[in-house]
């Protein structure tokens, strides 16, 4: 008995001396390090996580004021560093060193491969979009009719948010899935809902995630391991909806050969693809693979232009007085010079002013830190500035700080004035990182922001539109159709 408590004494302080040696090596290897300031914490193992979750800007400007602009936060469990402005290029574009970290780890989910299918994204937008531009206004000005339509008489509308959501998501779905399928209602509302159903999905505390990613995978993905997966629905309704579309233009290009035309939306883009297609045979299509990743195209694109969009639509109603007017002037010139036909892409380069709406709209919004990336850097990463970070660190950026910097923005910047740019809103630039920056530079920002200018100057020039309340997120809108003239 006193033999196996003896022995047991022994394994338990052999363990204890274990974990002290590694406590030392990992502790004296960081101390070689010169670390970022780590901000002051009262709580151990809470650290900062309850005022990161609570009052993120509290936290990060405090921390700014304190300790400069790069500093590092105990956050789930984990050191976390936020770089501010000087650093923030330094991230982004050192792409040996920096690796983007998916918020949400989507590849448990979605079956295919993201990396392809960001390439893909990017050569489509960037190669087509001149030719998608028609495509895009004709949707937008038949999405208007259909959720606002007209109003001879003032219309009162409950949930504008929901309103600029629903507009949105159908020239998105007629550059995805192209025109013979974007109409579909149980199709859009599928594609509408993916987003918050993938978001869904990772409501596990992140806490997991940042300590022990690969707990965090295991747990996360037990539902996906008896088969239930919070996409199987859309999946049914997408693949039941693209089947005979896919099937018409595999027969067809098979019959026509060099004569066939090839339709211009990212469906064909996957289609196109032997591996999804092999032989072109309509029996043998990788319907899953196609499906998954339209989800992760309507991932990447849908939920960010519809918050850019409401949230800019909302900017435009909140400062009508200031502004109204002078957009009205832009938007009524550039229609009389077009003469009611379709909207060119230079004619959608003359909107400047509304352009310029748009980018401090987006500079102003209240994004704290984002695009977190890790670093992989081994063993470590020196900033310009001197800081240390260990490989595997998980780097914010302080967008804030950037954002809000007079040297970069210009006179009080913390502050709503539409015309403070000199550069259109799609262009990314150190002074501007609501698309990122760099290699990974969001694909798709040309086609959202020209989306915003169409779907704005059309509301502009059709519509007289009142917030019900001060506040015109929280409240209902009226809108009426405007007296004088235009031609559409
Ligand atoms: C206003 C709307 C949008 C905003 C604010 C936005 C923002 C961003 C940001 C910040 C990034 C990360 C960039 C970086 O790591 O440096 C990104 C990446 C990306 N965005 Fe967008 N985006 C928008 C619309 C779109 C649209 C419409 C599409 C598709 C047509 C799209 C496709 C993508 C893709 C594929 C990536 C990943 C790029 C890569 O990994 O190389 N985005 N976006």
């Known amino acids: 008995m006193i033999e196996i408590a003896l022995e047991n004494t022994y394994i338990q302080s052999l363990i204890i001396g274990l974990i002290l ?37 509290k936290l990060i400007s405090e921390s700014r004021e304190k300790y400069g602009e790069t500093f590092s936060l105990y956050v789930y469990g984990q050191i976390i560093t936020v770089v501010g402005k000087e ?55 038949k999405a208007i009719d259909i959720y606002i339509g007209d109003c001879a008489e003032p219309r009162v509308i409950h949930e504008p948010s929901k ?24 199709l859009l509302e599928t594609f509408k809902s993916v987003t918050s159903s993938i978001s869904k999905f990772f409501l596990v505390p992140p806490i997991l995630s940042f300590k022990y990613p690969w707990l965090y995978q295991k747990f996360v993905t037990i539902p996906l391991r008896f088969g239930w997966s919070p996409i199987s629905k859309y999946r049914k309704i997408v693949i039941s909806r693209i089947k005979s579309v896919v099937e018409k233009r595999l027969n067809d290009k098979k019959r026509l050969g060099d004569a066939w035309v090839a339709p211009l939306d990212a469906l064909q883009c996957y289609l196109d693809d032997p591996e999804i ?128 910097d007079e040297e970069l923005q210009g006179q009080n910047p913390t502050e709503f004035y539409a015309y403070r740019h000199d550069s259109p809103a799609t262009k990314v630039e150190r002074k501007y990182l609501v698309f990122g920056l760099g290699k990974h530079a969001c694909p798709g920002r040309s086609l959202a922001v020209n989306e915003m200018k169409m779907l704005l100057h059309n509301l502009i020039l059709k519509y007289d539109i009142k917030s019900e309340t001060i506040n015109p997120i929280r409240g209902s809108m009226v809108f009426e159709n405007r007296k004088e003239e235009f031609v559409n």
């Not at 960081?30 to 609570?54: C, D, M, V």
């Not at 448990?108 to 489509?124: A, C, E, G």
């Not at 081994?378 to 809000?404: A, E, M, S, W």
């Open 277 to 404: 297609t092999p032989n072109l045979d309509p029996n043998n299509v990788n319907y899953d693979y196609i499906a998954d990743a339209i989800a992760d195209f309507i991932f990447a694109a849908l939920g960010t232009t519809n918050f850019s969009a409401t949230r800019t639509f909302f900017d435009l109603v909140k400062r009508k007085q200031q502004y109204w007017q002078e957009l009205y002037q832009e938007a009524r010139e550039i229609n009389k010079q077009c003469n009611g036909y379709e909207l060119t892409s230079d004619d959608i380069s003359k909107m400047v002013k509304l352009d310029s709406f748009i980018k401090e709209s987006l500079r102003i919004a209240k994004a704290i830190i984002r695009l977190p990336h890790k670093c992989i850097s081994k063993p470590y990463y020196t900033f310009t500035n001197g800081y240390q970070i260990p490989y595997g660190r998980v780097v914010y950026l302080n967008v804030v700080d950037t954002h809000h």
């Open 87 to 141: 650093s923030t290029y330094e991230v982004l574009t050192k792409h040996q060193e920096f690796g983007f970290k998916e918020q949400l780890p989507t590849n448990h989910i979605l079956n295919h491969d993201i990396s392809k299918n960001h390439r893909l994204i990017r050569d489509f937008i960037t190669g087509k979009l001149k030719y998608l531009l028609s495509r895009l206004q004709k949707n937008i000005i």
């Open 163 to 186: 309103i600029i959501s629903d507009i949105i998501a159908i020239p998105i779905a007629s550059i995805i899935v192209g025109e013979d399928c974007c109409n579909h209602e149980d």
């Open 21 to 57: 040696v590694v406590v030392y090596f990992k502790l004296s290897r960081r101390a070689k390090l010169n670390e970022p300031p780590l901000a002051y914490y009262q709580f151990p193992f809470i650290g900062h996580t309850w005022s990161f979750l609570t009052n993120c800007q």
